[in-house]
């Protein structure tokens, strides 16, 4: 059986889901499609530039391409460069991984103010996405809404001495927009109770580490479970922590209800607590990281409703999803690998059910006649420049720019285009 | 000899170094990666060589596909006396109260059965510069030198 798979979106769980596929059956012909022309997704783009541990499991990653075969096509739009049903004509198996790149919004009054920030776009610009907007201007006091590991990824980095980002890979703009803020008081704002504040209990404590800052808890309540207690303990430990002349303040059991403003830009936002009490927080800005959703042209919620069996990933027959495409925006990397694991059993028996049928051709019929795509030879040239004369503190230099990317990448990429 | 390389994993990368131990030592070696969540207590060979390559996962955890093995260890009465063992731990130095906190918890416990060890366990830090998959092999032939010096001692 060498049937032809191709799959969308080339992040964490694209790539897990290529890795179970080869794993079990090295015939298969798995392309990994990215509207980038780099490969890796949230790692590259989500995970926090200081945290490069976690960012490891690439390593796993580059022998999926290197050792079992994937094939990586940068730069090609699926519902925009090619159509999904095109797609579906050409490949066996079509599975959609390309996340939710969206952020959600809270639905109050005021969002559209200057100042307010969605979390996805602080990051991809903070990250260097090519397609991230400028860097905003925080100002002197920023309130951070949510109480999930991107909130506090922001909390931390924010909080950092510019010593304290060596070992990242935080680009020179994002370093001096970092060094050259000069926000006083962070308060981490969630609407749950503390024991039931989404973050991991590392993150937490992850952030007795900084030197420049003075964290504050407010609002800790009292845990109904070991789960609820552990995030408590962690909390308890860093509050206090630390002289520094950046306030860190957490509060919990605070909903927003409104962002005010004046001459279109925020100044506040008034919350409501559980018991109908109302606060209002001053602010320069509101940065809002309250999870993600869909957005971008593949109709991700239309292709869920109508789905055949989502909670297996099968959404029509030879169409899959994974990921957060699939379960919606929960759970990390570890998640989304037994997502990527379960949905390769199901694609595997699918494909052994139909037999003989499985044969299309795959990408030669649909992408002979493009000379743009970046294949993984062409990944590996701005990998290479991009970690080439490093200055000692940073583990990277990301290419910010998709021209720049393109330019290189293109040099020659005969594989994939001809 | 034989060896089982026995992993535990949370996001594959112990999963892939157990495979690339593997691919290094079969040419010479009887060599198998076992994934932790397939191995009990009981299946222990007196006289076996282990290689134990094993992740630590959110506030020092476990990895969860060393969890399961990890809870049957503690209410086994299995006497690993004739066994050995060596400890490639992956962690993160990045959470520095915890790190490899995992893999010591796995050393203690077939120590605590009985088993011996062989080697300092190895604890690779995945904030720090070198690659763990650099490392795995050279340390696995070193190990592989301990344990067959081990075995001619013996015989």
Not at chain 1, 168 to 194: H, K, M, Q, Y
Not at chain 1, 328 to 342: C, F, M
Not at chain 2, 31 to 40: G, I, K, Q, R, T
Not at chain 2, 64 to 79: G, L, V, Y
């Amino acid at each position: 059986m060498s049937a032809s798979v191709a799959i969308i979106g080339a992040g964490p769980s694209g790539c897990f889901l290529a890795q179970a596929l080869l794993k079990a059956n090295p015939e298969l012909k798995v392309d990994l499609i990215d509207r980038l022309p780099v490969p890796y997704g949230l790692v590259r783009y989500g995970v926090a530039a200081d945290h490069q541990g976690t960012k490891g499991i690439t390593r796993q990653f580059e022998r999926v391409f290197e050792r079992m075969g994937a094939t990586f096509i940068g730069n090609l739009t699926v519902g925009e460069d090619v159509s999904l049903d095109d797609l579906r004509a050409c490949y066996d198996v079509v599975v959609l991984a390309a996340g939710l790149p969206g952020d959600r919004s809270l639905g109050i009054p005021g969002e559209d103010l200057e100042g307010v920030i969605r979390a996805g776009d602080l990051t991809r610009a903070l990250y260097e996405h090519p397609d991230a907007d400028p860097l905003p201007t925080l100002g002197k006091k920023v309130v951070i809404m949510g109480n999930g590991n991107v909130a506090i990824d922001l909390l931390r980095i924010l909080g950092k001495t510019p010593d304290e980002l060596a070992g990242s890979d935080f680009g020179a703009g994002p370093s001096a927009w970092l060094a050259g803020n000069d926000i006083e008081t962070i308060d981490l704002v969630g609407r749950s109770a503390a024991e039931a504040a989404k973050f991991d209990p590392e993150m937490i404590k992850e952030l007795s580490k900084l030197s420049g800052v003075t964290i504050r808890v407010e609002d800790m309540g009292t845990a109904q479970s070991d789960e609820g207690q552990k995030k408590l303990d962690a909390l308890a430990a860093v509050d206090g922590h630390g002289a520094g002349p950046r306030q860190l303040t957490f509060r919990f059991g605070l909903t927003p209800a409104e962002i005010t403003g004046e001459d279109g830009k925020v100044t506040g936002v008034r919350f409501q607590s559980a018991s109908g009490d109302v606060a209002e927080i001053a602010c320069d800005s509101f940065i809002t990281a309250v999870g993600f959703a869909a957005a971008g042209p593949l109709g991700r919620d239309e292709l869920a409703a109508s789905a055949d069996d989502l909670a297996a990933g099968a959404l029509a027959p030879g169409l899959y999803a994974t990921g957060w495409f699939r379960r919606g925006p929960r759970g990390t990397i570890p998640e989304n690998r037994a997502d990527a694991q379960a949905l390769a059993t199901r694609i595997l028996a699918d494909l052994d059910a139909a037999g003989a049928d499985a044969g299309k051709g795959g990408r030669d019929s649909l992408m002979a006649e493009r000379t743009d795509l970046v294949d993984y030879a062409g990944w590996k040239r701005i990998d290479e420049a991009e970690t080439a004369d490093l200055p000692a503190d940073r583990t990277r230099r990301k290419i910010a720019c998709r021209q720049d990317m393109l330019a290189l990448a293109l040099q020659k990429s005969e594989e994939i285009n001809g | 000899m034989k060896i089982t390389v026995l992993y535990g994993t949370e996001t594959g990368n112990a999963e892939m170094l157990a495979e690339d131990i593997v691919s290094g030592l079969e040419s010479d070696h009887e060599a198998e990666a076992v994934n932790l969540s397939d191995f009990a207590p009981d299946d222990f060979e007196a006289g076996g060589f282990y290689l134990v390559v094993c992740s630590t996962y959110g506030d020092g955890e476990l990895p969860a596909s060393a969890k399961p093995f990890a809870e049957a260890m503690a209410q086994s009465s299995a006497d690993l006396s004739g066994v050995s063992f060596s400890v490639f731990g992956l962690g993160d130095s990045e959470y520095d109260e915890t790190f490899n906190h995992g893999s010591k918890h796995i050393a203690d416990l077939l120590a605590k059965h009985g088993a011996t060890q062989l080697g300092d366990r190895l604890t690779h830090d995945a904030s720090g510069s070198d690659m763990a998959d650099d490392l795995a092999l050279p340390w696995a032939e070193e190990m592989v030198a301990l344990a067959e010096k081990q075995a001619s001692e013996a015989a």
